[in-house]
Nanobody, 125 residues
Framework: QLQLVESGGGLVQPGGSLRLSCAASGFTLDYYAIGWFRQAPGKEREGVSCISSSGGTTNYAESVKGRFTISRDNAKNTVYLQMNSLKPDDTAVYYC??????????????????WGQGTQVTVSS
């Protein structure tokens, strides 16, 4: 069974940091682009960052550029999202997703066919 599992979410104060992990089971991530998305209450799911299968190409939403860093460790079958300088507007459920159709990622939800269950990130004082 193909599965993605996110972890690392939690409650953090503004200006703090968190590192999210996306671990795969039932398949290897090596060949697939991975995206991170988030969804705040009452809002649509939006793309945050994506990384190509090799890790050589990354992309970020304007709202997180310079604060978030996506990376992958194919040996551990895991993709990470390092989030620094967190703001209350970053509060959302964060999801990772795999694009099994090709090596390059996208910030569009429609490019991905496997999704994790999400992890809550709350930024509040």
């Amino acid at each position: 069974q193909l599965q993605l599992v996110e972890s690392g979410g939690g409650l953090v104060q503004p200006g703090g940091s968190l590192r999210l992990s996306c671990a795969a089971s039932g398949f290897t991530l090596d060949y697939y682009a991975i995206g991170w998305f988030r969804q705040a209450p009452g809002k649509e799911r939006e793309g945050v960052s994506c990384i190509s299968s090799s890790g050589g190409t990354t992309n970020y939403a304007e709202s997180v550029k310079g604060r978030f860093t996506i990376s992958r460790d194919n040996a551990k079958n895991t993709v990470y999202l390092q989030m620094n300088s967190l703001k209350p507007d970053d509060t959302a459920v964060y999801y990772c997703a795999a694009n099994t159709g090709g090596p390059y990622g996208s910030l569009s939800v429609y490019a991905y066919d496997y999704w994790g269950q999400g992890t809550q990130v709350t930024v509040s004082s």
